[in-house]
């Protein structure tokens, strides 16, 4: 512990251990000139009260996130301009917090969407509706604002395969409404269809390659004929030598 003897000196190790800082920092801020330091007979650095004092709030500013720069300026700022630094700091750490709880809502997503995805895996084909209501078009390829929504999580890649006869893939983003300037590419028809589920994947290098078949034929050995099949992205993960798309799925059966 620290001798709080006002006209005692205490060495840098000292200080270090009692103050959790690594000596290194504290010469770092002494070179900075954050702190003035008197030397012993041996050149050996001696910490006095009132420069414990000053490291206290140099410390107590870095844990506020200020930095060293900031702090030396601040050693010769007003009593107004000490106000102004500190709601500009609140400011920034109100941005930080703004943006970590996005991070953190996309991450809840993403980890619930991660359950579905095991959910269905252990339980394949049974009833759900398709939480899809429509597609928006996926044409503007070079639209930063679409993909600025897409990183965001307010989009997720989506598909619908039509139903007979075509069979066509239309594919987009997957939304809950449409702007005036978004394209639809797909509207959810409502009425009494019934739904199965499944997990699709597609092969990441051929995207021919897919476990779609094998989920089609399934259902047909069981006497269903297959209408629309909504797909909406999860995640892409490895399996074996394959990179799957891995995507939430309805078969509509008829």
């Not at 095991?118 to 084909?125: C, D, L």
């Not at 739904?195 to 269903?224: C, M, P, S, W």
Request: charged share 25%.
């Amino acid at each position: 512990m620290l001798d709080w003897d006002k006209n005692k000196t205490v060495n840098i190790s000292t200080v270090s251990e009692t103050f959790g800082i690594p000596a290194s920092t504290l010469r770092y801020w002494e070179s900075m000139g954050l702190i003035t330091l008197g030397r012993r007979d041996n050149n050996y650095r001696e910490y006095s009260y009132s420069s414990l004092l000053n490291l206290s709030d140099i410390c107590y500013l870095r844990n506020l996130g200020i930095p060293v720069k900031a702090i030396k300026e601040y050693q010769t700022l007003s009593l107004a301009e000490s106000n102004a630094l500190y709601l500009n700091k609140k400011s920034e750490l109100e941005a930080q917090i703004s943006s970590l709880q996005s991070t953190y809502s996309m991450l809840r997503k993403t980890l619930s969407l991660m359950n579905e995805l095991e959910y269905i895996q252990k339980h394949p084909y049974t009833e759900a509706q398709p939480d899809i209501p429509l597609i928006l078009s996926h044409s503007k390829l070079y639209d930063k604002e679409v993909w600025k929504k897409y990183f965001s999580g307010q989009y997720q890649f989506a598909g619908v395969r039509l139903g007979p006869p075509n069979c066509e893939w239309v594919w987009g983003w997957a939304a809950e409404s449409r702007k005036p300037d978004e394209e639809l590419a797909w509207t959810f028809a409502e009425g009494n269809r019934h739904f199965v589920q499944f997990i699709l994947r597609i092969d990441v290098k051929d995207r021919k390659h897919t476990n779609l078949d094998e989920a089609i034929n399934y259902l047909k050995a069981r006497g269903y004929n297959i209408g629309e099949i909504i797909v909406r992205y999860i995640t892409i993960a490895c399996e074996g030598q394959t990179r799957w798309d891995y995507y939430k799925a309805w078969i509509e059966i008829i």
